[in-house]
């Protein structure tokens, strides 16, 4: 059974940097999947941050694209996300999710980021 | 600001049905982009339901059903369920801002 875990700090001060690794057990990150970063502010709507294909290649969303940054580590099976410059309007539960053809067809339990001084 | 507007709510007594829409436009819905829908229950992350406008994953009641025309999609719920209380989204792609696009989401509530 295939599952993603998201980890990283719960509490990040800005205008740091917030990182966010999420970890594939049960598949290989090299197979044919996109793999997306999804976020959700407490209270509000899903908002698509961006996706990677195992290859490198990248697709940001534009509002967040110049503090974005989404890599993977083959060697450790998992992706990440970084988002710098972060304010308090960044504080959201954090997805990563396998992109099936073109729908999220599995997802992590999520991770809560609290952006606070 | 979401490209994909829902209404906030809907809500039905058991065993009716609801409809949700999602209104998009010619650079999404409308250019033929396939479209989505999760079903997010409250404190869970959220899980597919419908996939290509209309087929269902293995595991979802066939009480779930899409369609699409146009600019717009839908999302039928029949038989209406307490557990089926949760916030539906849909999704699809949009050509003017070269990714993917959430809707504004809405609220089921069973009556």
């Known amino acids: 059974q295939v599952q993603l875990q998201e980890s990283g700090p719960g509490l990040v001060k800005p205008p740091g940097t917030l990182s966010l690794t999420c970890a594939v057990f049960?598949?290989?990150?090299?197979?044919?999947?996109?793999w997306s970063w999804v976020r959700q502010p407490p209270g509000m709507g899903l908002e698509w941050i961006g996706e990677?294909?195992?290859?490198?290649?990248?697709n940001y969303n534009p509002s967040l694209k110049s503090r974005v940054t989404i890599s993977v580590d083959k060697s450790r099976n998992q992706l990440s996300l970084k988002l710098s410059s972060v304010t308090a309007a960044d504080t959201a539960v954090y997805y990563c999710?396998?992109?099936?053809?073109?729908?999220?067809?599995?997802w992590g339990q999520g991770t809560l980021v609290i952006v606070s001084s | 600001q979401s490209v994909l507007t829902q209404p906030p709510s809907v809500s039905g007594a058991p065993g009716q049905r609801v409809t949700i829409s999602c209104t998009g436009s010619?650079?999404?819905?409308?250019?033929?982009?396939?479209v989505h829908w999760y079903q997010q229950l409250p404190g869970r992350a959220p899980k597919v339901i419908i996939y290509?406008?209309?087929n269902r994953p293995s595991g979802v009641p066939d009480r779930f059903s899409g369609s699409k025309s146009g600019t717009s999609a839908s999302l039928a719920i029949t038989g209406l369920q307490a557990d089926d209380e949760a916030d539906y989204y849909c999704?699809?792609?949009?050509?003017?801002?070269?990714?993917?696009?959430f809707g504004t989401g809405t609220k089921v509530t069973v009556l």
């Open positions: 990677i294909y195992h290859s490198g290649v990248t």
């Open positions: 049960g598949d290989s990150i090299s197979s044919s999947y996109w």
């Open positions: 999710a396998r992109i099936d053809r073109a729908y999220m067809g599995l």
């Open positions: 999704q699809s792609y949009d050509s003017s801002l070269s990714g993917r696009v």
């Open positions: 290509g406008n209309s």
């Open positions: 010619s650079s999404n819905i409308g250019a033929t982009y396939d």
